[in-house]
């Protein structure tokens, strides 16, 4: 079983960065592959990153390349997203999830276990 918390979303300007955590609980987090998905009003909840159970391999949306970074901190059983560069359209509700192999990463219905999501808005 594994929980996960969400935390350091807000408010920030365009061109500004945030850096997102998720904190997760239970003894099997270090084996499950972390992916960030995203959700804006009206939308569909989409692929933003995911990370592998190592660290050795890490994936991005095309729309975020360059500008976020998925990490992960064993010692804090905490996956990181580092957000720079933030524009407008990037605002959305941001989840972690967890699941446990590096296949079909970009799939919301592949992911076991969700975070409750932490609000991004990004003003112009």
């Known amino acids: 079983q594994v929980q996960l918390v969400e935390s350091g979303g807000g408010l920030v300007q365009a061109g500004g960065s945030l850096r997102l955590a998720c904190a997760a609980s239970?003894?099997?987090?270090?084996?499950?592959?972390m992916g960030w998905f995203r959700q804006a009003p009206g939308k569909e909840r989409d692929f933003v990153a995911a990370?592998?159970?190592?660290?050795?391999?890490?994936s991005y949306a095309d729309s975020v390349k360059g500008r976020f970074t998925i990490s992960r901190e064993y010692a804090k059983n905490t996956v990181f997203l580092q957000m720079n560069s933030l524009k407008p359209e990037d605002t959305a509700v941001y989840y972690c999830?967890?699941?446990?192999?590096?296949?079909?990463?970009?799939?919301?219905?592949?992911?076991?276990?969700w975070g409750q999501g932490t609000q991004v808005t990004v003003s112009s």
């Open positions: 990370i592998m159970w190592s660290g050795s391999l890490a």
């Open positions: 239970g003894r099997t987090f270090n084996t499950y592959t």
């Open positions: 999830a967890a699941k446990r192999s590096y296949t079909a990463i970009m799939k919301t219905t592949e992911y076991e276990y």
